[in-house]
């Protein structure tokens, strides 16, 4: 059972904005500003998309964005694309140098 | 360019012990993190631990805590996991991964990740 949790599936029509939820608590997402984003394609490496909340890394388009409200991050694709089907996990600092993932979230594009 | 290169695939025995490798490349080895991660068949992503390879400082999941050594080789750039006691739960893919620090204190993500290791224990 993973200590973070996500909605198994989300979707959405090509060109539409889908957010997909991470909530935690007090003692990881809730206390600490170290929201991290994965993006995975079957069969590959998990590629960072976000990091610190909501920062992108060098690369990754703008279409991405994260936030953050009490113990509940947010991944946000906007302009949904066809490559943009895929997992997404999200991960937090949970304190004593310990960081938890969530399940993960299928995304299908319709 | 970042990379990190991970061994091949392992077989193992319920009991027996396994090491995998991640040997990095094109950036200074000793100024970030090793972060080791698996993914079980169709399931999520589990963080195991870190291990910084300037001071050879580990941190590691409550529950593989005495099953698991991270270990670093800087004359080599090359990072180890060795994982003992396997069990059916351990088969997975074994991911290493990149994580940046700030004077030496881990940063909390994961910027490059190695191709992934599949470790199958089964008798």
């Known amino acids: 059972q993973s200590v973070l949790t996500q909605p198994p599936s989300a979707s959405g029509s090509p060109g539409q904005s889908v957010t997909i939820s991470c909530t935690g608590t007090s003692s990881d997402v809730g206390n600490y500003n170290y929201v991290s984003w994965y993006q995975q394609h079957p069969g590959q490496a998990p590629k960072l998309i976000i990091y610190d909340v909501s920062k992108r890394p060098s690369g990754v388009p703008a279409r991405f964005s994260g936030s953050k409200s009490a113990n509940t991050a947010s991944l946000t694709v906007s302009g949904l694309q066809a490559e943009d089907e895929a997992d997404y996990y999200c991960n937090s600092y949970a304190g004593s140098n310990n960081v938890v993932f969530g399940g993960g979230t299928k995304l299908t594009v319709l | 360019q970042v990379q990190l290169v991970q061994s091949g695939v392992e077989v193992k025995n319920p009991g027996a012990s396994v090491q995998v490798s991640c040997k990095a490349s094109?950036?200074?080895?000793?100024?970030?993190?090793i972060t080791w991660v698996r993914q079980a068949p169709g399931q999520g992503l589990e963080w195991m631990g870190r291990?910084?390879?300037?001071?050879?400082?580990?941190d590691y999941a409550q529950n593989l805590q005495g099953r698991v050594t991270m270990t670093t080789d800087a004359s080599t750039r090359t990072a180890y996991m060795e994982l003992r006691l396997l069990t059916s739960d351990d088969t997975a893919v074994y991911y290493c991964a990149r994580e940046p620090t700030l004077d030496t204190a881990p940063l909390h993500y994961f910027d490059y990740w190695g191709q992934g290791t599949l470790v199958t224990v089964s008798s």
């Open positions: 094109g950036y200074v080895f000793t100024s970030y993190d």
């Open positions: 291990v910084n390879p300037y001071n050879h400082n580990t």
